[in-house]
């Protein structure tokens, strides 16, 4: 649900859960702490109090700083119970609170000193009952609740304060920060929209945070789409360029020999010319579909066989190379196993040497290792710029074709998991194959 609602209104539903956890969770546990916490001192208070009364250092008309503590005594004279009321604390008061509660606790109480709280009367008390002797000996202590609820209710209502003083602060912070996220998206929604309606637009966003990364990305993205764009548009105008022109001589001949002439001079001569033209034309539409079915491949449809590229590759020599004069392969493994489907890694290698044979000099070495395939060719080296843009598609050395092959290359190696790279030698430049 609040992938539906805009950051403010998620940041409106977030304070009221905070106010709500404050007030049904928060001030629960602080409530109950903070009776902990004065029933502790509460009873510290009486049981100091308790101690100055058995050491004689007890004024019990002198209530000073501190809450008055009434004490009273139970003793065993002559086998019978004796309750004694320490001043300030009247007989009557004593009688009835001995009634109701006192007897009974000391006559159950097991141990030396233990605390209660009762109530009496429609007021609470803390009461502290401490044995004095094996003779039937006690003092009770008590006070009143009086004190501590004042003090109780002082201490909430300064936390109270202070809680929505604390969450008015972070609900500003929140909205302060929740709108420098506002104004950047914004920022980019636009720059999305310019770039939906084909427009061109700035995209201006100072940040090193997730924001400014996405931004950038989005930027990248952008000036990637643009390249990619211009390099299909050339390739499109070569490619018109390059069909036309074995089009155009099909139809020629194909209409002089329908009037009985012979442009290449003989009828067979002239039907070579039209085979190798539609020969031509067909491997550059098949160039063209093969990337484009690649495009649709997914992972679930991959078909991963194991591949002996030592006997791939001398298959591929023996057809390219049949003079065996430029072509050398060196094995230094008996026997190299790619993953995936035969036709797709000759395409690659067919590729990869059929762009050397374009480049070489004097010879094409191409090395089997553990570690996989390089394919060197003593030809010049590739500029910077080109080596960054060589598996794209469209992309194409001085001697191309369509720029298509080595973008076949690069999508088949990376679909089955490997890597792929070119490097330039002192003396040539190399194409590597290895696994990830």
């Known amino acids: 649900m609040s992938k539906r609602l805009s950051l403010l209104q998620q940041l409106g ?64 004279v002559n086998d019978a119970i004796q309750w004694e009321a320490i001043p300030p604390l009247t007989v009557m008061t004593t009688r009835d609170m001995v009634q109701e509660l006192f007897s009974k606790n000391v006559a159950e109480q097991s141990e030396t000193i ?16 401490t044995k004095l002797a094996d003779d039937g000996s006690y003092i009770i202590s008590f006070v009143y609740n009086d004190y501590s609820t004042e003090l109780l209710n002082s201490i909430k209502n300064e936390l109270v304060y202070v809680q ?7 609900a500003l912070i929140m909205t ?3 709108f420098t996220f506002i104004k950047p998206l914004q920022k980019i929604k636009n720059y999305i929209e310019t770039i939906k309606r084909g427009e061109k637009g700035t995209l201006d966003i100072e940040r090193n ?12 993205m952008k000036n990637e789409l643009d390249q990619q764009e211009k390099l299909k548009e050339e390739f499109m105008h070569n490619i018109s360029h390059d069909l036309k022109t074995p089009i155009a001589v099909i ?24 085979l190798e033209n539609t020969e031509r034309l067909e491997n550059k539409v098949q160039s063209f579909l093969y990337l ?30 049949v003079s065996d004069e430029i072509i050398t392969v060196i094995e230094n493994t008996e026997a190299l196993i790619f993953k995936g489907q035969e036709e797709h890694w000759r395409n690659v290698l067919e590729n990869i040497i059929e762009n050397a044979k374009r480049y070489y000099h004097h010879q094409i070495i191409i090395t089997i290792d553990e570690s996989g395939i390089s394919i060197f060719n003593d030809g010049p080296t590739i500029s910077t710029k080109l080596q960054k843009e060589i598996f794209k598609p469209y992309s194409k050395g001085e001697k191309g074709n369509f720029g298509l092959g080595l973008s076949i290359v690069k999508k088949v190696v990376d679909m089955y998991g490997y890597t792929i790279q070119v490097e330039n030698m002192e003396n040539g430049v190399t194409f590597k194959i290895k696994n990830r």
């Open 114 to 129: 233990e605390n209660y709280i009762a109530e009496y009367r429609g007021q609470k008390i803390y009461y502290t009952i």
């Open 251 to 274: 139809k020629s001949y194909a209409e002089s020999m329908k009037d009985d002439i012979y442009p290449y001079g003989t009828k067979e001569s002239s039907l070579d010319v039209i």
């Open 292 to 321: 484009n079915r690649l495009d649709y491949i997914n992972q679930d449809e991959l078909i991963l066989e194991d591949v002996n590229m030592n006997e791939l590759i001398s298959k591929i020599k023996s057809q390219l190379d």
């Open 209 to 220: 945070d997730e924001i400014g990364q996405v931004s950038m990305a989005l930027v990248d």
């Open 13 to 76: 539903l977030l304070v009221m859960g905070i106010l709500l956890l404050i007030i049904f969770v928060v001030s629960p546990l602080i409530n109950r702490n903070l009776n902990n916490l004065i029933s502790s001192q509460m009873f510290e208070t009486i049981q100091a109090n308790q101690l100055d009364y058995l050491k004689d250092y007890y004024n019990p008309y002198d209530k000073g700083k501190e809450k008055q503590v009434y004490h009273i005594t139970r003793r065993i």
């Open 176 to 178: 302060i920060w929740v």
């Open 164 to 170: 929505y003083i604390v969450l008015f602060i972070v």
